[in-house]
T-cell receptor, first 114, second 114 residues
Framework: GQQVMQIPQYQHVQEGEDFTTYCNSS?????IQWYKQRPGGHPVFLIQ?????EVKKQKRLTFQFGEAKKNSSLHITATQTTDVGTYFC??????????????FGKGTMLLVSP | DGGITQSPKYLFRKEGQNVTLSCEQN?????MYWYRQDPGQGLRLIYY???????QKGDIAEGYSVSREKKESFPLTVTSAQKNPTAFYLC?????????????FGPGTRLTVL
């Protein structure tokens, strides 16, 4: 079945440093979504990427979708303590019968020290 | 105020007992999902439903059962056949099962089996 690998599993940075998490799928995706889960909370949707090579920005966050639509990345510039949480990518594949369910990566836990 | 509610937030049960977790949404979404989250494991799909009176097994359905008698409700029963039921359970919904639909998550239920 479809697998989505995410690295690193954990990263601890000083406030102001940059952060990047990477996501790789074993199959070509129709789209990829990113979610953030704060400690003790539930996942919250951040963004969806659909097109090959797509790049989207949300303030200090930059999301990329690879040309082959099998990998993606999330980059945070100048981290802040409010960025603390676990970031998940979730990929959706195209099946002969339609679309698959989302397959989530294991997430990258980000800790930011002031 | 639209959203997804899960109750209770914390649940304790003795080993060998079945337990039902509640999930209700007032977003008028067709699709609903149940995920299990274990530390370092990301989100794993248990069951999903695309429409009332229909549901499909996810990746880890063994030991679980669901029903979808109403559009707004998708309860999950953790049976005594589930070998490791202690986990954080998340319910989610989306407009439909098709592509490009973000998922909205409830606050989760943390189940502990003693």
């Amino acid at each position: 079945g479809q697998q989505v690998m995410q690295i690193p599993q954990y990263q601890h940075v000083q406030e102001g440093e940059d952060f990047t998490t990477y996501c790789n799928s074993s199959t070509t995706l129709s789209n990829i979504q990113w979610y953030k889960q704060r400690p003790g909370g539930h996942p919250v949707f951040l963004i969806q990427l659909v097109k090959s090579g797509e790049v989207k920005k949300q303030k200090r966050l930059t999301f990329q979708f690879g040309e082959a639509k099998k990998n993606s990345s999330l980059h945070i510039t100048a981290t802040q303590t409010t960025d603390v949480g676990t970031y998940f990518c979730a990929g959706q594949a195209i099946l002969n019968s339609g679309y698959s369910t989302l397959t989530f990566g294991k997430g990258t836990m980000l800790l930011v020290s002031p | 105020d639209g959203g997804i509610t899960q109750s209770p937030k914390y649940l304790f049960r003795k080993e060998g007992q079945n337990v039902t977790l509640s999930c209700e949404q007032n977003l008028n979404h067709d699709a609903m999902y149940w995920y299990r989250q274990d530390p370092g494991q990301g989100l794993r799909l248990i069951y999903y439903s695309q429409i009332v009176n229909d549901f499909q097994k996810g990746d880890i359905a063994e030991g679980y059962s669901v029903s979808r008698e109403k559009k707004e409700s998708f309860p999950l029963t953790v049976t005594s056949a589930q070998k490791n039921p202690t986990a954080f359970y998340l319910c989610a919904s989306s407009i439909g099962q098709g592509s490009y639909n973000e998922q909205f998550f409830g606050p989760g239920t943390r189940l502990t089996v003693l």
